[in-house]
């Protein structure tokens, strides 16, 4: 099956009150999370269900991980907010395990919860500077180190830039869709 051309996608604008690195890693933080919602367009929901790979998980699931992820490392680790259910991205919860979409989930629910977990984050480092620490009572609590929000931030960063690299070989494998 021949791969579509790459579609060229807008690099987003920097937050403006971050010096010059902060900006740059934000973007880049923005940019893999419009990546991850590319790399899933044009998938039926029973693709975004299927898994290619022989850990079992799917598009779909890898999604509602990284909104959890946003959520355990934002709201529930840096403003040490109580969240519900903090690791719901987890098919066995009690271990942590795999990451899992019950089969009643809606896809568009799944998606609209990583949007609005995405605006959330956003808003939450647009509100502090990088060099604040993580407040205790969520995920921190003495005598636990509070990270800098720039180390969660840089971590999710990284989160990210693996787990494109893991839609993109999904995607190839499931349709030969190559990209950026």
């Not at 579609?7 to 419009?34: K, Q, S, V």
């Not at 919602?37 to 999604?63: C, H, I, Y």
């Amino acid at each position: 099956m021949a791969a579509a051309e790459p579609t060229p996608r807008p690099f987003p604008e920097p937050a403006a009150h971050l010096n010059e690195a902060g900006a740059a890693i934000t973007a880049f933080l923005d940019f893999h999370r419009d990546a991850v919602l590319r790399k899933l367009d044009g998938l039926s929901d029973a693709d975004l269900r299927r898994s290619v790979v022989p850990s079992g998980w799917t598009p779909l699931a890898l999604v509602k991980h990284l909104a959890y992820t946003e959520r355990r490392w934002l709201q529930w680790g840096f403003m040490g907010q109580a969240v519900p259910d903090p690791w719901g991205d987890c098919a066995d919860r009690a271990n942590r395990g795999r990451w899992g979409v019950d089969p009643g989930e809606r896809a568009d629910h799944v998606l609209t919860f990583y949007r609005k977990t995405c605006q959330r984050s956003r808003e939450i480092v647009a509100a502090h500077q990088l060099s604040d620490l993580a407040r205790s009572g969520g995920r921190f609590n003495p005598p636990d180190t509070h990270p800098a929000l720039i180390w969660i931030v840089v971590h999710l960063l990284q989160e990210y830039a693996r787990h494109v690299g893991h839609l993109d070989v999904v995607r190839e494998l499931m349709d030969g869709g190559v990209g950026e």
